[in-house]
């Protein structure tokens, strides 16, 4: 068992709608958890950082995190097609760990 | 956010020859340098972690001395992909984590994807 899994989609969805992307892990020494977004032929970009279990919010994007079933979403509320990207998640035991990261889920989301 | 600057974005090398990649943290100081490379739909698979001043630590199945990596300054690490091959061919992606409160975060350059005809 890989020590995160990430359904590749891809996924697509029409403008406005709301988006639920998701992760499960292995490792229950995991504590800090991300979500990147990357564009094409970009490097990944930080979108959310959430320490342990609970919910985030920042604007249209919400993480959460169920250290107990070992499971990280991160939704999009009102989806844009400037949120069409692949996202990936990624987490790590301690502050100074390296990223585990997932195989990342194509979003595309039509106008 | 904090910025990492990658470059080049892409480079086109012939076999043989050797290509190298720069990393620069351009407004914090970056305690460790991560160096990733990344196939095509495919996760990031991480090379090496380098600390300023200090040797980088390979993971397993890379080559050091194929891929050197230097990190002389907090603010600069630099990766050289040697006698590149055809099958060097990727997308490499560094990333950078400074101190204090974001020490866990890391920041991402741009990406370089190299092409070994």
């Known amino acids: 068992q890989k020590e995160v899994e990430q359904d590749p989609g891809p996924l697509s969805v029409p403008e406005g709608a709301i988006v639920s992307l998701n992760c499960t892990y292995s490792?229950?020494?995991?504590?800090?958890f991300m979500w990147y977004r990357q564009y094409s032929r970009k490097g990944p970009e930080l979108l959310m950082y959430?320490?342990?279990?609970g919910n985030k919010e920042d604007g249209r994007f919400t993480a959460q995190v169920d250290k107990s079933s070992k499971y990280i979403s991160l939704f999009i509320r009102d989806s844009q097609p400037s949120d069409s990207a692949t996202y990936l998640c990624?987490?790590?035991?301690?502050?100074?760990?390296?990223?585990?990261f997932g195989k990342g889920t194509k979003l595309s989301v039509k106008p | 956010g904090a910025v990492v600057s990658q470059h080049p974005s892409w480079v086109i090398c012939k076999s043989g020859t050797s290509v190298k990649i720069e990393c620069r943290s351009l407004?914090?100081?970056?305690?460790?340098m991560f160096w990733y490379r990344q196939f095509p739909k495919q996760s990031l698979m991480l090379m090496a972690t380098?600390?300023?001043?200090?040797?980088?630590?390979?993971e397993q199945g890379v080559e050091k001395d194929k891929f050197l990596i230097n990190h002389a300054s907090l603010t600069l690490s630099t990766l050289t992909v040697t006698s590149a091959h055809p099958e060097d061919s990727s997308f490499y992606i560094c990333?950078?984590?400074?101190?204090?409160?974001?020490?866990?975060?890391?920041?991402f350059g741009q990406g370089t994807r190299l092409t070994v005809v």
């Open positions: 990333s950078a984590r400074g101190g204090g409160w974001w020490d866990t975060e890391a920041f």
């Open positions: 990624a987490m790590t035991g301690g502050s100074q760990g390296n990223l585990i």
């Open positions: 380098s600390n300023e001043g200090s040797k980088a630590t390979y």
């Open positions: 407004d914090f100081q970056a305690t460790t």
């Open positions: 959430t320490y342990s279990s």
């Open positions: 490792n229950s020494a995991f504590q800090y």
